[in-house]
Nanobody, 130 residues
Framework: QVQVVESGGDLVQPGGSLRLSCAVS????????IGWFRQAPGKEREGVSC????????YYRDSVKGRFTISRDNAKNTVYLQMNSLKPEDTAVYYC???????????????????????WGQGTQVTVSS
């Protein structure tokens, strides 16, 4: 059974940085793609970034390009999301999930993740505020 545990969220000032971690258990990390998602208060969940399990290709939604970097450490079965130049609009609960890369890419490009994923971890809260 696949389990994911997100961590690393915190309160940070605008312009600051955070690194989120997604610890995966139940299967080797290179079996599936991994995606990061977020849900802001009163808004729908959205895809943020994803990484391929085969060649390490990465994908980002436009609003985070150049600021966020997704990476993975197969030895630790962990995926990271380095977030720099944080903005108040990045405030949200961040989640990770595994899945087919084509679906993860679709969510990064605007498809609703809740159409494809039925269960979520507890997430990690990121608050960007002065």
């Amino acid at each position: 059974q696949v389990q994911v545990v997100e961590s690393g969220g915190d309160l940070v000032q605008p312009g600051g940085s955070l690194r989120l971690s997604c610890a995966v258990s139940g299967f080797p990390l290179d079996y599936y793609g991994i995606g990061w998602f977020r849900q802001a208060p009163g808004k729908e969940r959205e895809g943020v970034s994803c990484i391929s399990n085969s060649d390490g290709s990465t994908y980002y939604r436009d609003s985070v390009k150049g600021r966020f970097t997704i990476s993975r450490d197969n030895a630790k079965n962990t995926v990271y999301l380095q977030m720099n130049s944080l903005k108040p609009e990045d405030t949200a609960v961040y989640y990770c999930a595994t899945g087919a890369l084509r679906i993860l890419i679709a969510t990064v490009r605007g498809a609703s993740p809740d159409l494809y994923f039925r269960s979520w971890g507890q997430g990690t809260q990121v608050t960007v505020s002065s």
